[in-house]
Each structure stands twice: as C-alpha cells, then as structure tokens.
Nanobody, 111 residues
Framework: VQLQASGGGLVQPGGSLRLSCVASGSDFDYYAIGWFRQAPGKEREMVSCISSSHSTGYADSVKGRFTISRDNAKNTVYLQMNSLKPEDTAVYYC??????WGQGTQVTVSS
C-alpha cells in the first residue's frame, strides 16, 4: 500500500484547508486510515481517524473544527479543516492502521 497526502499550504487564522490521502492498491475499503501531525519540536500526534465502516474519531483539540471522510470509489480519505489556528501548524501525515505511512504535507496557519 502506498499513500499520497496532499492539500497543505499557507492559510490565515480562521481559514480552511482540505487534505487528501490517496491510497494505491486493492482492499482500500477495509483499511482504517488516520491523520497525524507533527509540529516542530513536538511529538507526532493523532488528529483523526476513520474506520472501514466510516466510524470516526478526533483529538480533543480539533473536535468541531475538523471533519474526516472517505470515498472508497476514489481510494481517498479527506480531512476538512475549518477555523484553523496557528497551533494547527504542522506536517500532516496519513497512515493505515497496519502501519503504512504517506509522506507529509505542510500546513502553516499564519497571518
């Protein structure tokens, strides 16, 4: 399985971004996928996850602002990020529950 994350960029506080994680290979429908982030000098943390049955989970810091979803027809998981804050600045990664990781995409929230 290969994962490709994209959609990061520079956005002002209060703005929005949508990250995408596209997976290659078969059986995508069966994968649980998570979004993680790592800010400079900090440990990597889980942001959100979605199961094969579309159950979702969120870190407390992003609840009510971020929404995870998946489109199995496109082998893609999305992370819609609204009301972004400077503390959301980090490299964002997607990964499967079985330990496959994509490359990161940089999100910078700054005025």
């Amino acid at each position: 399985v290969q994962l490709q994350a994209s959609g990061g960029g520079l956005v002002q506080p209060g703005g929005s971004l949508r990250l995408s994680c596209v997976a290659s290979g078969s059986d995508f429908d069966y994968y649980a996928i998570g979004w993680f982030r790592q800010a400079p000098g900090k440990e990597r943390e889980m942001v959100s996850c979605i199961s094969s049955s579309h159950s979702t989970g969120y870190a407390d810091s992003v609840k009510g602002r971020f929404t995870i979803s998946r489109d199995n027809a496109k082998n893609t998981v999305y992370l819609q990020m609204n009301s972004l804050k400077p503390e959301d600045t980090a490299v964002y990664y997607c990964a499967t529950a079985s330990g496959y990781w994509g490359q990161g995409t940089q999100v910078t929230v700054s005025s």
